[in-house]
């Protein structure tokens, strides 16, 4: 199962979340908002040098006995988390890279879309099947 | 867009993404000041007008065209030449009426689209090219030629193609020596 949630500071509420299969859907929502406390960590971590583009993928945020929790940010502190069965242990980092690479472009096309108002919830049918895609290569 | 060489040294062109972004922007705060769509789009036609009106200098100094004989040629001119330079696609011209005064552009790709998806719920009939009908009618009325430039079909309301539809509407002069 997965999910993947982005969030805008400095409310860092979601901008959107999606997860297969739906069913303990709030326990990941749980674990999705705890890892964006070690995001932040991480971010002030890393100071003033994180302009670099191999810097905005965070890696393993922290693993749990069911999940691994993957991060990202952008130069714009948008953060995309992601949240992986532990058992899934096929998904080697690269592919993890990749994921959130295609997710950032997702991304930076909806915010080119003249109507989509920064900081609302994403309702893009170009961007629900390039997540679903991705999800059906994971799971 | 770029300038040909000839006229200036310079021939740097402006990013793409810079002109359909101000683009976007242009509508997006057009649907913000006008409540109905009806608005927005006659807003948008009156700009394309002005723009109109003034680029068909550019586009006569900047293309090596012969005077048109008839309405099929300009619109042969406008699909193959114009739209070719400023916006870097050629629609297919079809004449659609005996009596050859109507014709149609069909674009398969729109540029001005390229990063909005689709229309939002509340926007349904909103034109967001019709910039471009302004355009051509502008610069038509420049060379003498009375038109009605509208969009039959839109990428963006669900239609297949986008289509852009053009009715001359009186018989071109033949006295003076003008070019389209």
Do not use: W
Not at chain 1, 17 to 26: D, G, H, K, W
Not at chain 2, 16 to 30: C, I, N, S
Not at chain 2, 139 to 149: N, Q, R
């Amino acid at each position: 199962a997965r999910l993947g949630i982005i969030c805008r500071p400095p409310q860092n509420y979601p901008l959107y979340i999606r997860s297969v299969p739906t069913e303990n859907e709030l326990k990941f929502h749980y674990t999705v908002h705890t890892s964006l406390d070690v995001v932040d960590e991480k971010i002030s971590a890393m100071g003033k040098a994180m302009v670099d583009q191999r810097e905005l993928y965070l890696g393993l945020l922290y693993p749990t006995e069911d999940y691994k929790v993957y991060g990202y940010v952008t130069n714009s502190k948008v953060k995309f988390v992601m949240v992986v069965d532990s058992s899934n242990t096929a998904l080697r980092d690269n592919e993890i890279r990749s994921m959130f690479r295609k997710l950032h472009n997702s991304y930076t096309d909806i915010m080119c879309n003249p109507f989509y108002n920064p900081g609302d919830r994403i309702h893009s049918r170009a961007f629900d099947n390039m997540v679903n895609s991705m999800m059906m290569q994971v799971c | 867009m770029s300038r040909t060489p000839g006229r200036k040294q310079d021939s740097h062109k402006i990013s793409r993404e810079l002109f359909v972004l101000t683009y976007g922007a242009l509508v997006a705060q057009l649907c913000k000041d006008y409540e109905k769509d009806e608005d927005v789009n006659s807003c948008l036609d009156k700009m394309g007008y002005g723009i109109g009106i003034r680029l068909i200098d550019d586009f006569l100094a900047h293309s090596d065209v012969k005077r048109c004989r008839s309405y099929s040629e300009t619109a042969d001119m406008i699909a193959q030449v114009a739209f070719k330079m400023y916006l870097g696609v050629t629609p297919t011209v079809s004449c659609s009426s005996a009596a050859g005064n109507e014709f149609s552009l069909i674009l398969d790709k729109n540029p001005l689209v390229d990063f909005v998806e689709e229309l939002p719920a509340e926007r349904a009939s909103l034109c967001y090219c019709n910039l471009l009908c302004g355009v051509i009618r502008g610069a038509l009325e420049m060379v003498h030629l009375a038109a009605e430039v509208t969009f039959l079909q839109d990428r963006l309301k669900g239609d297949a193609v986008t289509e852009i539809g053009i009715t001359f509407l009186r018989k071109a002069e033949d006295k003076k020596a003008k070019k389209k």
